[in-house]
Structures are given as structure tokens and as C-alpha cells.
């Protein structure tokens, strides 16, 4: 079978079938030819005719059956799929094709998959609706921060920092992506430290605060330290998704934990923030929730990060958009925010989901617990629908933060 054998523009995909959106461009091959090509190399083909290819195989083949300038759509037979295997399918609709030759660029912009292979994996465990259940707070977004500086700071002052934060009115700390079990701060010491003051912090707001290890490892590892979370009196960990990889993600989820998991997405943007090439955000969105996270990062279209505010409504829409009878993931919003931006924040994301801020409060003016209280200054206003300016004019900690910085929002 040659490549344009894959292409068919009559053909209709039917409810089992995955299918793919694709932006293709190539250098000098015929674009049909070449989308052809990447539905023959990710199902039953490849660059020549073979000997080996029986009759029964043709139910099998991917099919290209629409092509609009440089958007090319694909339908794979549900069959190709083993289920419950994540890897599986990106290996098949996200593996090799990216680097043929005669394709300039390639990029994953979403996908559709069935309800038999969605119903194949767990999903979240809590979801936005378990989420505001543990942390009892219903009509405003959750305020978290990361402990700054991302490294470097031994197990005590890790804890104090994190027990400032949240009794200036932050609900959520958490760990940065990069912090693990180092010499400086060892694992279980940081943990049991950290959930101490959390204690101690509900003891004195009488409000429900949360922790987020880092328990990113090898699995075996990443399991232990999950349980160890749990068996200390946690109630959510968190991974780094792209480096474990989707069937670390899996392994943990599978353990069927009572514990949140919080997913960062560190290192995404060498997939997705080349408009042509790659894959796009929302794709690893569907799938982080296919296999089980509770809450995913997905930036925030204002701040420090790259994201357009169509990116991540398209992010928010895979977490909370209807597929199947999966629970809706709350999306996190981080890089760069500070109170300023808040009001700009809710008109994105509505209330349904975290905003993470780590510079915007460690770095104000007056220290940890007053850039809390500003954050949570900032939310309280806006649902309100008061001003910032005019809630500042009696709130010494937001006006501080807005001085600061105000002309970055």
C-alpha cells in the first residue's frame, strides 16, 4: 500500500474510532501524499510495498479523511489500541511520524477518544467536586503558592514558609517541580516537618490547609512516598507527569490512594509551544485525565508563561468539558501571578480552579504571610466584584502588592 492508499475524504470516523487533528506542512512533497503518510506509518504502512501485508489487515489502516490546507484530520480504528495502555497510543499517534523526512512540521492538536478505552482507565479520584469537598471552600478559587525559593531551603524553614503562607489565607502549598529528596531537604524529614505545620496552621485559621509533596522518582520509589504521605496524615502528593511519564502516572493512580493527585507538567513546552510542531496542551490535558490526575497545571495566559488565553480556555475545556463519566480536573494556574492579575484570572478561568503563585507572595515587600493576605485580599474583592484599588484603600497588603506590581498585570 502506498501512502496516498491512506486517504479517503468520503470516508465518515464512526464513535469507535480515535481520531486525530493534525497541523501538517512539508518541504517539498504534495500535502496528501504526506498525510497519508502519517496515518501509513502510525497504523499498517510504511515507505514501500510489502510482502508480508494480508487481506484481514485492511480493517486496521488509519485513514485520512479530511485535508483543509495545512489541517489534516485522522481516524484510527479502535483495534490498533490496546486498552488501558497510554503509551500504546502515543507510540501510535505520536510517535514516530514526527520525524519523517519529508515533513517540515508536524503537530498534535487534539484528539478524540472513545468511551471504550476512556472507561479503560481509572480517572480522576476526586475532581473538582471532591476537591472543593476536602478543602471546604465552594465559592471562590483555591489560593496556593510554592515554597520559594524552589531549592535550597533545609526541612524547618521549608515548614515555616509553608505555615506563613497559609496563615496569611493561602489553602494549598506546595512543593516546586524540581524539589525531591536532596541531601538539603530529605524526603520523609521535609514531610513530616511541613504536615506539622499545616497542623499547627488549621489549629490557629480554623480553615482546612493543604500540602503537596513532590513524590516524583523512579515508580517503586514514587509509590513509597506517596504511602508515606498518606500514612503521615497527607491528602495530596504531587508528579511531574512528563518526566514520569503517563505509565508511572498510571502505576500511582492504580494504587487507588485517598490522596489527590496534583499534576505539574514541567517540561511540556518542548512539546507544545511550537504552534506547528509537536503536540498541543489540551492533548496531554485529555490524557492526564483519561489515565486519573485531580488537578493539572495549565498555565494562565497572563504572568511569565507563553500560553494564549485560546490555549489555555482549550487546556480548561479537555479538564472540564464532558468525556464519558470522567470526573472534571481542576485546572491550576501558575507562572508569574501576583494579586494584580487576579481580577484578569477569574474572567478566564470563572472560580473552578487553583491559582499558584509563588514570587507574587514570598516576594512581597512585607514577607510571606502579607503576600497571603494579598492574594487573598485580591480573591475576596473580585468575587465581590470590588476594585482592587478601591478594596486597597483599606487593606494595607494589597495595596503594597499592587505598588509592586501593578504595572506587570
Same mark, same amino acid.
Given at each position: 500500500?502506498?501512502?496516498?492508499?491512506?486517504?479517503?475524504?468520503?470516508?465518515? *470516523?464512526?464513535? #469507535? /474510532?480515535?481520531?486525530?487533528?493534525?497541523?501538517?506542512? @512539508?518541504?517539498?512533497?504534495?500535502?496528501?501524499?504526506?498525510?497519508?503518510? +502519517? %496515518?501509513?506509518? &502510525?497504523?499498517?504502512?510504511?515507505?514501500?510495498?510489502?510482502?508480508?501485508?494480508?487481506?484481514?489487515?485492511? =480493517?486496521?489502516?488509519?485513514?485520512?479523511?479530511?485535508?483543509?490546507?495545512?489541517?489534516?484530520?485522522?481516524?484510527?480504528?479502535?483495534?490498533?489500541?490496546?486498552?488501558?495502555?497510554?503509551?500504546? $497510543?502515543?507510540?501510535?499517534?505520536?510517535?514516530?511520524?514526527?520525524?519523517?523526512?519529508?515533513?517540515? #512540521?508536524?503537530?498534535? #492538536?487534539?484528539?478524540?477518544?472513545?468511551?471504550?478505552?476512556? @472507561?479503560?482507565?481509572?480517572?480522576?479520584?476526586?475532581?473538582?467536586?471532591?476537591?472543593?469537598?476536602?478543602?471546604?471552600?465552594?465559592?471562590?478559587?483555591?489560593?496556593?503558592?510554592?515554597? =520559594?525559593?524552589?531549592?535550597?531551603?533545609? *526541612?524547618?524553614?521549608?515548614?515555616?514558609?509553608?505555615?506563613?503562607?497559609?496563615?496569611?489565607?493561602?489553602?494549598?502549598?506546595?512543593?516546586?517541580?524540581?524539589? &525531591?529528596?536532596?541531601?538539603?531537604?530529605?524526603?520523609?524529614?521535609?514531610?513530616?516537618?511541613?504536615? /506539622?505545620?499545616?497542623?499547627?496552621?488549621?489549629?490557629?485559621?480554623?480553615?482546612?490547609?493543604?500540602?503537596? *509533596?513532590?513524590?516524583?522518582?523512579?515508580?517503586?520509589?514514587?509509590?513509597?512516598?506517596?504511602?508515606?504521605?498518606?500514612?503521615?496524615?497527607?491528602?495530596?502528593?504531587?508528579?511531574?507527569?512528563?518526566?514520569?511519564?503517563?505509565?508511572?502516572?498510571?502505576?500511582?493512580? /492504580?494504587?487507588?490512594?485517598?490522596?489527590?493527585?496534583? %499534576?505539574?507538567? %514541567?517540561?511540556?513546552?518542548?512539546?507544545?509551544? #511550537?504552534?506547528?510542531?509537536?503536540?498541543? $496542551?489540551?492533548?496531554?490535558?485529555?490524557?492526564?485525565?483519561?489515565?486519573?490526575?485531580?488537578?493539572?497545571?495549565?498555565?494562565?495566559?497572563?504572568?511569565?508563561?507563553?500560553?494564549?488565553?485560546?490555549?489555555?480556555? $482549550?487546556?480548561?475545556?479537555?479538564?472540564?468539558?464532558? $468525556?464519558?463519566?470522567?470526573?472534571?480536573?481542576?485546572?491550576?494556574?501558575?507562572?508569574?501571578?501576583?494579586?494584580?492579575?487576579?481580577?484578569?484570572?477569574?474572567?478566564?478561568?470563572?472560580?473552578?480552579? +487553583?491559582?499558584?503563585?509563588?514570587?507574587?507572595?514570598?516576594?512581597? =515587600?512585607?514577607?510571606?504571610?502579607?503576600? %497571603?493576605?494579598?492574594?487573598?485580599?485580591?480573591?475576596?474583592?473580585?468575587?465581590?466584584?470590588?476594585?482592587?484599588?478601591?478594596?486597597?484603600?483599606?487593606?494595607?497588603?494589597?495595596?503594597?502588592?499592587?505598588?509592586?506590581?501593578?504595572?506587570?498585570?
Amino acid at each position: 500500500m502506498k501512502y496516498r492508499d491512506f486517504v479517503d475524504l468520503t470516508y465518515r *470516523p464512526s464513535e #469507535n /474510532d480515535v481520531v486525530c487533528d493534525f497541523f501538517v506542512e @512539508t518541504y517539498d512533497e504534495e500535502i496528501t501524499k504526506m498525510a497519508g503518510g +502519517v %496515518a501509513a506509518e &502510525s497504523s499498517i504502512g510504511t515507505w514501500t510495498e510489502l510482502a508480508t501485508m494480508k487481506a484481514y489487515m485492511k =480493517k486496521l489502516q488509519a485513514v485520512v479523511f479530511d485535508i483543509s490546507g495545512n489541517s489534516v484530520r485522522i481516524a484510527y480504528p479502535i483495534e490498533l489500541f490496546e486498552l488501558g495502555n497510554m503509551p500504546n $497510543m502515543l507510540s501510535s499517534v505520536a510517535g514516530n511520524v514526527f520525524g519523517l523526512k519529508d515533513l517540515k #512540521n508536524l503537530r498534535l #492538536n487534539d484528539v478524540r477518544i472513545p468511551e471504550e478505552i476512556v @472507561t479503560s482507565f481509572k480517572g480522576p479520584k476526586y475532581g473538582i467536586t471532591g476537591i472543593r469537598k476536602l478543602v471546604d471552600v465552594y465559592h471562590r478559587p483555591l489560593i496556593g503558592t510554592i515554597i =520559594k525559593p524552589k531549592l535550597g531551603l533545609n *526541612p524547618k524553614d521549608h515548614a515555616e514558609v509553608a505555615f506563613n503562607a497559609w496563615v496569611g489565607g493561602c489553602d494549598i502549598v506546595k512543593d516546586d517541580e524540581n524539589l &525531591s529528596s536532596q541531601k538539603f531537604s530529605q524526603f520523609d524529614d521535609r514531610v513530616v516537618k511541613t504536615l /506539622d505545620y499545616r497542623d499547627r496552621a488549621e489549629e490557629q485559621t480554623g480553615e482546612k490547609k493543604i500540602y503537596i *509533596p513532590n513524590v516524583t522518582s523512579e515508580t517503586n520509589e514514587m509509590v513509597k512516598r506517596a504511602q508515606f504521605v498518606v500514612d503521615q496524615g497527607g491528602e495530596y502528593v504531587m508528579i511531574d507527569i512528563l518526566s514520569c511519564g503517563f505509565s508511572a502516572l498510571q502505576t500511582l493512580r /492504580d494504587q487507588d490512594l485517598n490522596m489527590v493527585l496534583h %499534576a505539574h507538567r %514541567a517540561g511540556h513546552a518542548a512539546f507544545t509551544k #511550537n504552534p506547528k510542531h509537536g503536540i498541543a $496542551m489540551r492533548v496531554i490535558a485529555k490524557l492526564s485525565r483519561i489515565v486519573g490526575v485531580d488537578q493539572l497545571h495549565v498555565g494562565a495566559a497572563v504572568g511569565k508563561m507563553s500560553e494564549t488565553r485560546e490555549e489555555v480556555l $482549550m487546556s480548561c475545556e479537555a479538564l472540564k468539558g464532558k $468525556m464519558s463519566k470522567l470526573r472534571r480536573v481542576m485546572p491550576v494556574a501558575s507562572g508569574g501571578l501576583h494579586p494584580a492579575l487576579v481580577p484578569s484570572l477569574i474572567d478566564i478561568f470563572g472560580i473552578d480552579f +487553583v491559582i499558584q503563585a509563588g514570587g507574587g507572595i514570598h516576594g512581597h =515587600k512585607d514577607g510571606t504571610v502579607a503576600g %497571603a493576605k494579598a492574594m487573598r485580599q485580591a480573591v475576596d474583592a473580585t468575587v465581590e466584584h470590588i476594585e482592587l484599588e478601591e478594596y486597597a484603600t483599606t487593606h494595607s497588603e494589597l495595596q503594597i502588592a499592587l505598588e509592586t506590581w501593578r504595572s506587570d498585570s
